[in-house]
């Protein structure tokens, strides 16, 4: 076999190794090992595959902040519940540790022992799992295109972090890149493209923009909590217990669902169906399949809104309940607009609410039943936000003193001025988020359960957020970093600086 120039004796002994699974016996070690141009080439495959593994490891973190909203689209579609966030998390562990082995099995001594397979069942495996990292981030940007600008916000969090550490790697990376280079044709070439890189990241901090870089002075007040349905990590989800736990969490305003009853009756209920957290397939068997509105109240009433949640286990925090709140939550029915409000009210906490479903065809009848329970309850109506577009204008003739919160923005040509807005936090930059606090605008963004992201949010100067996990993010006495722009500086040139240092011995050692 010819020996290859652009291979240097490290590279030759670990890509035989881990390509050939040859074992360096003495008399390979003193002729030296020799290499192909498919070697080099695997080597460089396998080197990509890691980086791409590695950065879909990256977005497979980011987007666990969202991965409830898949469970239950799952759920809609197959009627199968399962924690898929596990399924992600194990598969992408068992990817990037195939790719990791095969990168440092070569630093084994002497390569013992080299992987079981045969070449040929080592380079599919590598496809396939560029293949199957490919399909991942084809399938997101197909049907959760949303999580792409998700993980533009993440680099606000990770951005410094993420600089430093691509700089050490790289940094180190020059050891055995200069030995390559030395003994490379391309010289020149190679030594060009890898000072243009560096040169890059060196600089790549004039781009980064975190809310997070201030002073501490400068850092705007906690954002208010907003319960998503109570607090469905503690709780069955829209039930007198979530809104207690919510309430036990310091939460100013309870998030739910409205929907009405055949008879007339407003009660809470997220889903068209009742299916996903409800026995109606055990009470109602031939009409578990109609939607929640075509049920009277009574009916409602016989069936358990809380025994789904002990049994799927939505979120990891069931397992740690204790027994008095797994006897509690197994105990809990749909509740009533009425009773809710009669918390609310006795709690001081707001209540804000979607009324579903818009396209049904008594929706006017549902906003009229809404509204006379709202009256009837006594709660003062400061207390009320309103998040329904269909008939606003009605509601605010009948209920004035109830707050409006829209789910847009604002537009140049707005009549009347928006006083609160309610957005994903996909939908809004941290500069908007600014302006908007400028002008007083509430800005309420859903649904923050990360402390990253909503440490982000803290620092951009967001109102409040909607969250499941208010348990969490009510600990959080601070940002998990904020960092004076002077100390990021300063940082920046030292860790810079470093590297250039170091990557010059390395060089200067080689030659």
């Known amino acids: 076999m010819a020996e290859l120039p652009g291979c240097c004796r490290p590279c030759a002994t670990c890509l035989l190794c881990l390509y050939s699974c040859r074992w360096i016996g003495a008399k390979e070690k003193r002729k030296g090992l020799r290499t192909t141009k498919c070697d080099c080439s695997w080597f460089l ?30 759920f809609k579609q197959r009627k199968l519940w399962l924690d898929w966030s596990l399924v992600l998390l194990i598969a992408t562990a068992v990817l990037i540790t195939y790719s990791a082995t095969l990168l440092v099995m070569p630093s084994w001594p002497e390569c013992r022992p080299c992987i079981p397979l045969m070449p040929c069942a080592l380079q599919s495996l590598l496809i396939v799992t560029a293949l199957v990292v490919a399909a991942a981030f084809t399938g ?82 906690k954002p208010a909590l907003v319960g998503h349905r109570g607090a469905p990590m503690l709780a069955p989800e829209n039930t007198l217990m979530s809104l207690h736990k919510a309430v036990g969490c310091d939460v100013q305003v309870f998030e739910t669902d409205v929907m009405v009853s055949a008879d007339g009756v407003p009660f809470l209920m997220h ?40 049994e799927r286990r939505p979120f ?75 008939f606003r204008e009605q509601v605010k003739q009948q209920v004035p003193g109830v707050q409006q919160v829209y789910g847009r923005k604002r537009l140049q040509d707005e009549k009347e001025p928006l006083l609160h807005v309610n957005l994903p936090y996909q939908d809004m930059s941290s500069e908007e988020i600014r302006q908007y606090r400028q002008d007083n605008v509430s800005v309420n963004l859903y649904v923050v359960n990360q402390p990253w992201l909503f440490s982000v949010l803290w620092c951009a100067g967001v109102s409040s957020v909607t969250t499941n996990a208010c348990q969490v993010l009510k600990e959080m006495k601070h940002p998990i970093w904020l960092l004076p722009s002077s100390t990021y500086l300063m940082i920046w040139i030292v860790a810079d600086c470093v590297s250039f240092l170091m990557i010059m011995w390395a060089f200067l050692l080689v030659k």
């Open 140 to 221: 997101l940007g197909i049907k959760w295109a949303e999580e792409w600008r998700s993980a533009h916000i993440s680099l606000q969090a990770t951005g410094p972090f993420l600089h430093l550490g691509v700089v050490g790697g790289m940094t180190l990376l020059a050891w055995p890149l200069a030995s390559f280079i030395y003994h490379s044709r391309l010289k020149v070439f190679l030594l060009l493209m890898y000072g243009a890189v560096m040169v890059a990241l060196y600089l790549s901090p004039l781009m980064i923009t975190s809310p997070c870089i201030m002073e501490e002075n400068q850092l705007p007040p």
């Open 45 to 74: 495959f396998l080197f990509c595959v890691f980086l791409f593994t590695l950065v879909w490891l990256y977005f497979a973190i980011v987007i666990l902040n969202d991965f409830h909203n898949f469970n239950e689209f799952i």
């Open 271 to 310: 889903d068209e169906k009742l299916t996903r957290t409800t026995n109606v397939q055990d009470v109602f068997p031939e009409r578990a399949s109609l939607n929640s509105t075509a049920f009277n109240w009574t009916d409602l009433q016989q069936l358990d809104a809380g025994s789904w949640f002990l």
């Open 316 to 390: 990891s925090t069931v397992q740690s309940l204790s027994a008095g709140d797994r006897k509690q939550a197994s105990k809990q029915k749909i509740p009533s607009l009425e009773e809710v409000l009669e918390v609310a009210k006795h709690s001081n906490i707001s209540i804000m609410f979607d009324l579903r479903p818009e396209n049904h065809s008594d929706y006017q009848s549902f906003v009229n039943a809404t509204l006379d329970t709202i009256l009837q309850s006594g709660i003062p109506l400061q207390q009320i936000l309103w998040l329904p577009d269909g």
